[in-house]
């Protein structure tokens, strides 16, 4: 598991409309990214997208989820919209994952989103997994949510209907929409893996959907039942289920994380390639480790691992605390823990009274020292003075010559 962190992007929908999004990614660089469609009139910030974006985060697995046009924070008028724009929607937005980020190769749908990734899989070439969620095995399921305004619409052209205690206005158009797509031929020909989660006793979506899909579906093919959780995924530990079994199910289909190159395992070599996932996004390679370099939203940067100056200061504050912990066990010192808390920032040199530049401005680095254990103040007071004598502290203090050349 690891800590994941969600931004809020936009792009260009089907209608011209700018459709309000969040991508949930791992610290790390993702193994892959994935897709996420919501239910009918849902948004992206409904509880089961939600959790199952967060859980596969933090698995490793990116994913973009958004608002359809005329939805959530969406701009666009709903009544306009239909099942063709939502599968534009979500092609677009394959769009945008593959000219910032990466192309998804998994594509995850909840009820009518689900219907929508099935029809949005064979124009996004880079899928290869499909999972649905609760998804009806043909879009004309969901006017049985209006059963009783069906006839009027037809009549009038447009009606406001009541669903889920809000209203919302549906078009002709919608109905003649859904009523012309026919998913058993997209089922059959969808050339990707699919998983199918239902629960038997959905009593939105009838098992008799997901049956449909599955039989028709053609290897591999895979079908997972939710049990006793309901169409909306409520409870927690059924979004997590979720998320947890297509996370494992995903990795049999997406490549595995690169191993380290051999030039990686040189000691006392440092590698920093720039990752194209990001404007300022890069990764460090020493020896097997490796971790990522970005600055914050706030230049330009995705935030997506500590920038240069905090690298520097952990570096600092890395070999202070090593160098403490060798002193303190040589001299079987009672020490328990060191914490070292450091800060940058630059300021005006005549601000600076012990300084010997007076003019333009210095780099100051405070360093907060925390040492746990029964020290009485003579050894505290030396423990201060080994501090300095860290290497890389000696190496800041000291004549730097940094030598550059372009690379054979």
């Not at 985060?57 to 959530?72: E, S």
């Not at 049990?227 to 490549?255: G, K, M, N, Q």
């Not at 890069?282 to 997506?304: F, K, M, T, W, Y």
Request: glycine fraction near 6%.
């Amino acid at each position: 598991m690891t800590t994941i962190r969600t931004q809020r992007v936009s792009f260009v929908g089907s209608q011209g409309d700018m459709l309000d999004a969040r991508l949930d990614s791992p610290e790390a660089t993702p193994r892959a990214y994935a897709l996420f469609a919501h239910c009918f009139t849902c948004s992206k910030n409904f509880i089961a997208a939600s959790r199952i974006s967060r859980a596969l985060a933090k698995r490793g697995i990116a994913v973009l989820r958004f608002d359809f046009t005329g939805l959530g924070s969406s701009e666009g008028d709903f009544a306009n919209t239909n099942f063709s724009s939502n599968v534009t929607d979500l092609v677009m937005a394959a769009d945008y994952l593959r000219e910032k980020f990466e192309a998804p190769q998994i594509l995850i749908g909840h009820s009518l989103g689900g219907a929508a990734v099935l029809a949005a899989a064979a124009q996004i070439p880079e899928s290869v997994a499909v999972a649905t969620i609760g998804a009806p095995s043909e879009p004309t399921h969901v006017s049985k949510h209006f059963a009783e305004k069906v006839p009027q619409i037809e009549q009038q052209g447009e009606v406001e209907v009541n669903l889920s205690g809000r209203s919302f206005r549906i078009q002709r158009q919608f109905l003649e929409d859904i009523a012309s797509h026919r998913m058993e031929g997209v089922i059959a020909d969808l050339g990707r893996a699919l998983l199918v989660f239902h629960s038997p006793g959905d009593d939105t979506v009838s098992i008799e959907h997901a049956q449909r899909i599955f039989q028709t579906a053609k290897h591999p093919r895979s079908f997972v039942s939710l049990d006793d959780a309901d169409h909306l995924l409520t409870r927690r530990e059924d979004a997590e289920y979720v998320a947890e079994v297509l996370a494992s199910w995903a990795t049999r289909y997406i490549p595995r994380p690169e191993r380290a190159e051999a030039e990686d395992t040189e000691q006392g070599v440092v590698i920093v390639t720039e990752t194209g996932e990001g404007k300022y996004i890069e990764r460090i390679q020493s020896g097997r480790h490796r971790l990522l370099a970005d600055e914050p939203e706030s230049v330009g940067g995705n935030d997506a691992g500590p920038g240069p100056y905090e690298l520097l200061l952990a570096s600092l504050g890395s070999c202070t605390a090593m160098t403490l912990r060798m002193y303190a066990d040589h001299k079987q010192l009672p020490l328990e823990r060191v914490i070292v808390r450091l800060r940058h920032e630059k300021i005006h040199a005549k601000d600076c009274h012990d300084c010997e530049t007076r003019e333009g401005r210095i780099d100051v680095i405070e360093r907060e020292i925390e040492l746990e254990g029964d020290l009485d103040e003579t050894q505290r007071a030396r423990m201060l003075e080994i501090a300095d004598r860290c290497p890389v502290h000696r190496t800041l203090h000291g004549e730097i010559k940094v030598e550059t050349r372009f690379a054979d």
